[in-house]
Structures are given as structure tokens and as C-alpha cells.
């Protein structure tokens, strides 16, 4: 009766057996992603919108804030399970937000925990440039706000 057991566990051991592939989730987008899994267990999450933190984006150029402005609002666009830069087209994201004048962030609200990429652009009243840039973000948190700074440049 013993030998049976001894058996499966070496098997189980040695990964020769598919009864013993570590569970998990398998996708590399995904903020749960199990690098060490061997079998996709539907476990996988994805960022996107339809959570309960608010992403507060605050576009910085040279380390000082840049304010939305009459005729310039600052604006953030948001692509999904990403970490990688879709580029300045905005039609390559999934979500655009617009700021508000006078402010010198733009709130992102309702987002999942995820991975995403957020561009911002805006103008640098000081300089009297348009700024734009990126950064790739990851987001844990289930609520609350994060703050994000995004470098930008001319």
C-alpha cells in the first residue's frame, strides 16, 4: 500500500506527472501573474475600469507640476494591462480623462488593481510648451487613491 504513494510522489517530484503542475495563473499581463505555474487555473486579473482606486496622474516637467490651463486642460490616456508605451496616438488607448483648469493633476477614477501605461500631455505655462510623456504603472491597491508623477517633456 505504501509503494503506490512512494511511487506518485516521485513522479509528483520529478514533474512527471500532470496531476502534480503547480496551479496559477499563466499570463504574464496579469497583476497576479504565478511565473513559477504551470497550468492556468482562471485566477488570472486584469486593470481596467469597474474598481474602487483612483489613479491622481501629476504631469511634472522639470519637477515642477504643469497646470491645466483656459485652453489646454491637462490630459491623461490610459492603455490596459500593459507596461509598454502605445505612443502618442491616442486612439492606441483605452481610456482618455480629461483635467481641470487651474489643476495640476487629472483624476482617474474606478480602476481595478492592474498594470497599465499612462501618457499625459499638457502646457507648460513657465516655458510656453506643450509637454507630454509617460510612464508605466502598477496599481495593488483594492481603494483609495494613488498619487502617480509623470515626467514630461517638450
Known amino acids: 500500500m505504501k509503494k503506490p504513494v512512494l511511487y506518485f510522489l516521485v513522479l509528483c517530484l520529478t514533474g512527471v506527472s500532470m496531476q502534480c503542475k503547480k496551479k496559477g495563473c499563466t499570463d504574464p499581463v496579469s497583476i497576479n501573474y504565478d511565473s513559477d505555474a504551470d497550468v492556468d ?3 488570472c486579473e486584469y486593470g481596467g475600469i469597474g474598481g474602487y482606486t483612483t489613479i491622481v496622474a ?4 522639470h519637477g515642477n507640476p504643469i497646470v491645466g490651463q483656459v485652453d489646454y486642460v491637462d490630459s491623461a490616456f490610459i492603455k490596459f494591462n500593459t507596461q ?3 505612443g502618442s496616438n491616442p486612439a492606441n488607448y483605452d481610456w482618455v480623462y480629461a483635467g481641470e483648469e487651474g489643476e495640476d493633476h487629472v483624476h482617474i477614477e474606478g480602476m481595478k ?10 502646457f507648460d505655462s513657465i516655458f510656453g510648451e506643450r509637454v507630454f510623456g ?3 504603472v502598477i496599481i495593488t491597491q483594492t481603494s483609495g487613491e494613488v498619487d502617480v508623477v509623470v515626467p514630461v517633456s517638450e
Open 41 to 43: 487555473d482562471g485566477t
Open 58 to 61: 501629476l504631469p511634472e516637467h
Open 84 to 86: 509598454d508605451s502605445p
Open 113 to 122: 488593481p492592474g498594470k497599465y501605461y499612462i501618457y499625459m500631455t499638457g
Open 134 to 136: 509617460g510612464v508605466p
